[in-house]
């Protein structure tokens, strides 16, 4: 008895090894985190973002730089009348004059270029928050375009069984031509809406290749769309702008502005010229020093423009910055609404009301094939059972794309000290 079990646990391992191997492996997964991740990558917003950080951190060692020295040569005393004739008294003058920055220029362009780095890195967070919007909502419709593709050919099925249910009932004398020419109408209209959802599908693919840049071999994770929350009860939170990267732009913008007016006023402060140099007296053959200073007279042009210019922008990216605050509190009070309502329609249209569809026309078809029920009645209630599933499938798409926004709206902004 013990020889005959083992010889039936062996048979039944063997039995499950070779159903193993003759099944098709599992085909793997391309999830919305992976490919957010390639897209990331190979999104040319991301690379010229990149670009505009090192342009703007090589605009900070630009800033940081004293100006360069100047080199000077004079000759005098030359081509005049009497003792001067000729280069006979020519005075020649050669040196070198070293610009003195004063008022703090040097730093205050330095912080101009700061402040535009940091403006510069949060760009890159913006473009990192659009490519992910817009690869989530890429890969939301690819997957509701295949879901309806299913849909429609699982409708175009069902027409063609109920084609050949009519002729059926026609040719037993039960029902008139009509019906079957109606039937044949149904499926002749479902075959053509397989073909339209799966240009669709197809189309939303390769949309969504484009974007991660390369082509998609895998399946995608279908089982996303029906990951729809509970329901929740309970006031929300209000709506806040404050750590959002919108809002960090706008006080990057302000944070400019404010490098600004201080660049503006410190080059109010004339800037000195110290200019050492030899000078050979040609007609001694004698050599001497000399020292210059120079300072420009602020006369035609002494900065206040630039200064009143610079405190405008500066009022208008303040300005700017509290109507952006409240432009993005309001949008996410829109969008958290949007996002309620989204879930409440698609618990609804994914679940009782495609249930009730379920089962009308499940009892239409019993009952027309039993004679209790027209095709009329039958026709009704497979239209409406497309219907629904269709507005099911827009429903949960509707629901990620609305929470899509939501996150982007609400996307916190990069912490940490700026390098």
């Keep these: 008895m013990k020889k005959m079990l083992a010889a039936m646990l062996a048979a039944a391992s063997c039995a499950t090894m070779a159903q193993a191997q003759t099944e098709p492996p599992a085909r793997p997964v391309l999830t919305l985190e992976a490919a957010l991740s390639v897209a990331g990558a190979a999104a040319p917003a991301t690379e010229a973002a990149t ?82 919007l817009q690869v989530t909502r890429l890969y939301v419709e690819a997957i509701a375009a295949q879901r309806r593709l299913i849909t429609a050919r699982d409708q175009a099925r069902i027409a063609g069984d109920a084609l050949r249910a009519a002729s059926v009932r026609v040719r037993a004398g039960r029902a008139s031509p009509l019906e079957e020419q109606r039937a044949d109408v149904a499926r002749i209209n479902a075959a053509a809406n397989v073909e339209r959802a799966d240009r669709l599908a197809v189309a939303a693919r390769a949309n969504l290749a484009q974007r991660i840049g390369r082509p998609i071999d895998d399946a995608l994770d279908d089982a996303l769309l029906d990951r729809v929350p509970a329901a929740s009860y309970g006031p929300e939170a209000a709506p806040s702008a404050a750590g959002t990267l919108a809002l960090a732009a706008a006080d990057a913008d302000l944070a400019i502005a404010d490098a600004g007016v201080r660049l503006a006023r410190a080059n109010r402060v004339p800037d000195l010229n110290i200019g050492p140099a030899l000078r050979r007296l040609e007609a001694t053959n004698d050599t001497a ?15 206040r423009a630039s200064v009143a210019q610079a405190s405008a922008e500066r009022s208008k990216a303040d300005a700017q910055r509290r109507v952006t605050a409240l432009d993005i509190e309001q949008a996410i009070t829109d969008a958290r609404a949007e996002v309620a309502n989204a879930a409440i329609a698609a618990r609804t249209a994914s679940g009782p009301a495609l249930s009730a569809a379920q089962e009308a026309a499940r009892i239409a078809r019993i009952g027309y094939r039993e004679g209790k029920f027209g095709q009329l009645d039958l026709l009704d209630a497979e239209r409406t059972l497309a219907d629904t599933r269709v507005a099911a499938i827009d429903a949960l798409a509707a629901y990620h794309n609305a929470r899509a926004r939501l996150e982007r709206l609400t996307a916190p902004a990069p912490q940490g000290d700026q390098p």
């Design 289 to 303: 020093a000399v020292l210059s200073i120079s300072i420009p007279i602020p006369l035609f042009n002494n900065g």
């Design 51 to 132: 670009a505009g950080i090192a342009a703007a951190r090589a605009s900070r060692t630009a800033a940081g730089l004293r100006p360069n020295p100047v080199a000077q040569g004079q000759i005098e005393n030359v081509v005049g009348s009497g003792p001067y004739r000729g280069l006979r008294s020519a005075e020649t003058t050669i040196g070198v004059a070293f610009p003195i920055e004063l008022g703090g220029k040097r730093g205050a362009r330095v912080g101009v270029a700061n402040a535009q780095l940091s403006r510069a890195e949060l760009r890159a967070a913006v473009a990192a928050a659009d490519v992910r």
